[in-house]
């Protein structure tokens, strides 16, 4: 009984975690990565792993995010069209890069990256 009752609330947690990076993903655009390495971290994945399955979870959220705002003529695809394969070569070496680096350093670059982020959207 307190295994199940153990796999419920983990089950619960991770739930909420998905609708978490969904909601901040769908009001922010790739918001919801940077909520989703810490969220999966406290999950229990290791820094690479949870920096890996933030891009998995993000893939689905955002394609969806982006369907929505362009049926609702929200986005034009025309203002998109130069971010979409300069953006691909991008996540194509950020995977490489990824398996070369320390976890350590990977966790100071995402979090300078967060800070950078942070005083960026407060100063405008």
């Known amino acids: 009984m ?48 949870a920096h890996r399955n933030a891009i998995a979870v993000i893939l689905p959220i955002t394609v969806l995010s982006a369907i929505i705002y362009l049926f609702k003529d929200y986005v034009k695809l025309n203002d998109a069209y130069i971010f979409i394969p300069t953006g691909l070569i991008g996540a194509y070496l950020g995977s490489k890069i990824i398996a070369k680096i320390s976890p ?16 960026s959207l407060l100063r405008r």
Do not use: E
């Open 104 to 119: 350590k350093i990977l966790k100071g670059i995402f979090g300078g990256f967060m800070i950078y982020a942070g005083i």
């Open 2 to 49: 307190i295994f199940l009752k153990t796999k419920i609330i983990d089950y619960a947690k991770k739930a909420g975690v998905g609708i978490a990076v969904g909601i901040v993903n769908g009001m922010f655009g790739a918001g919801g990565g940077m909520i989703a390495v810490p969220l999966l971290r406290s999950c229990g994945l290791d820094q690479k792993n």
